[in-house]
């Protein structure tokens, strides 16, 4: 690719390597909106990317420009979890149960744990360093019910000028008293929480109900009024996760027709506004998700570690009425705060359910897929000039498995659809974020 866009201003950095540029989805636009660039250079200036091209005739625009150097690694913008619980960083992988038991026994007296500000504080700082090696600089996140939690991630992420959304959970039943709100102080909290964060250097604040089952329907109608009184404000609660979960709903809701009317007649169902799971759709929610806008976070390692059944995701590209997915660990339902391993999950959850990811389509939505769900591919997503200069540099051959397997590779899809299926955290080499690297290997 010759660069469209020639620099004007000077860049402070140069990162080498291979980039990989997605304009659009190959899974439905073909392998072709894939660019590949060999000897590419990504200049970046003032925190943002100032060019992508020939990394030769960057070097001849920018001579003062400092140059990171990954010639044969992967250059991609950094990987966007669409869906997680920071607070849960301390029960992944605790054994045994599924979704309703799982929250009792593990999720909720670790999250009892977050009203300590400086229990909160440590598991913010693991969580956002753990983001960071595996190559995420942007996550859509769970908070507890504290507003204190959501302080102590938006402090952390301000720190590292991440690209960071986060709610304070809405809770007000079914769940220990020391979690509960109520309608008004889920209100108050959520309302002081949008004053204090949102919009302040790349932060934005969620309306965050739990599920139906821990909201009364007065909770539902404060969080639809926040929804009204904040257009553009991203929404983010579960869905449609398990069979206990959706006939619990039922008798909690009985005048809904179905799960998704839960939240469609609380005024929730918009664009930015994300279901996690969304396993047992009828057909009939599938058509009203679309019609909104709305967007299913599908999170394979979660499901299958919890039992809870195995995504569709046929249903949601249905050309007549199409459902964004964004693509999301869950962690800590989820096992792994890896994107790789996320991705990898989700090709082979298609597979079980009668489908075949195109090889470089799970590499698109891990990046400018999940940007566009979460309404962000204006600012991230693209290595494109103007983009944020959030990046990932993605080693090949970072492990003895991985290198040898990589002396075998037929062409760049080939090796990085090896690099989903074998990759890990030391596949990342590096993780920039606003041009900066804040993580390297
Ligand atoms: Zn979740």
Redesign the pocket.
């Known amino acids: 690719m010759n660069d469209p866009f020639p620099p004007s201003a000077a860049a402070d950095r140069i990162v080498r390597g291979i980039a990989v540029c997605f304009d659009d989805d190959p899974w439905t636009a073909g392998a072709s909106v894939c660019r590949i660039v060999e000897d590419a250079g990504v200049a970046v200036a003032d925190g943002s990317i100032l060019a992508v091209g020939d990394f030769a005739s960057l070097v001849k625009g920018h001579p003062a420009a400092a140059v990171d150097d990954f010639t044969g690694h992967y250059i991609l913008p950094g990987f966007i979890d669409a ?1 997680t ?1 920071f607070p849960q960083t301390g029960i992944i992988g605790a054994y045994g149960a599924q979704l309703l038991d799982w929250l009792n026994t593990y999720t909720f007296p670790a999250e009892i744990r977050y009203g300590d500000a400086g229990h909160a504080a440590e598991g913010a700082g693991v969580f956002l360093a753990e983001t960071l090696r595996h190559g995420v600089t942007t996550a859509m996140v ?1 908070a507890t019910s504290h507003p204190a939690s959501v302080d102590a991630l938006m402090t952390g992420a301000r720190d590292q000028g991440r690209r960071m959304i986060a709610g304070k959970v809405m809770m007000d039943r079914n769940a220990p008293a020391a979690l509960c709100d109520t309608p008004r102080r889920a209100y108050d909290e959520t309302k002081a929480l949008i004053a204090r964060w949102h919009g302040v250097d790349r932060l934005e604040i969620a309306i965050t109900p739990r599920f139906a089952i821990t909201s009364t329907p007065e909770q539902l109608a404060v969080a639809g009024a926040l929804a009204r009184e904040h257009p553009g404000l991203p929404i983010q609660t ?1 869905l449609s996760e398990s069979k206990v979960e959706i006939a619990t709903t039922a008798r909690l809701y009985p005048e809904a027709v179905d799960y998704t009317d839960v939240y469609d007649r609380h005024g929730l169902l918009r664009p930015r506004a994300v279901f ?1 799971h969304g396993i047992y759709l009828a057909e009939r929610e599938w058509q009203r998700l679309s019609d909104a806008g709305a967007v299913i976070g599908h ?1 394979p390692t ?1 499901n299958l570690f919890l039992g809870s059944g195995l995504f569709d995701i046929a249903k949601a590209k249905r050309a007549d009425r199409p459902v964004a997915v964004a693509l999301a660990t ?1 962690v800590g ?1 989820g096992t792994s705060f890896s994107m790789l391993r996320t991705m990898d999950e989700a090709y082979k959850v298609a597979h079980l359910t009668g489908t075949s990811l195109p090889p470089l389509a799970t590499w698109y939505w891990a990046t400018l897929g999940n940007a566009r769900a979460l309404g962000l591919d204006d600012r991230i997503g693209r290595l494109a000039p103007g983009y944020e200069a959030d990046l990932v540099v993605v080693d090949p051959v970072a492990t003895p498995l991985t290198a040898y397997r990589d002396r075998f590779a037929r062409d760049h899809q080939d090796r990085l659809f090896m690099l989903q299926t074998l990759g890990d955290d030391r596949t990342v080499a590096a993780t920039y974020v606003a041009g900066r690297c804040l993580h390297r290997r």
Do not use: M, R
């Open positions: 869906h619980h769970f579960h996690a999170c979660s869950d339902g």
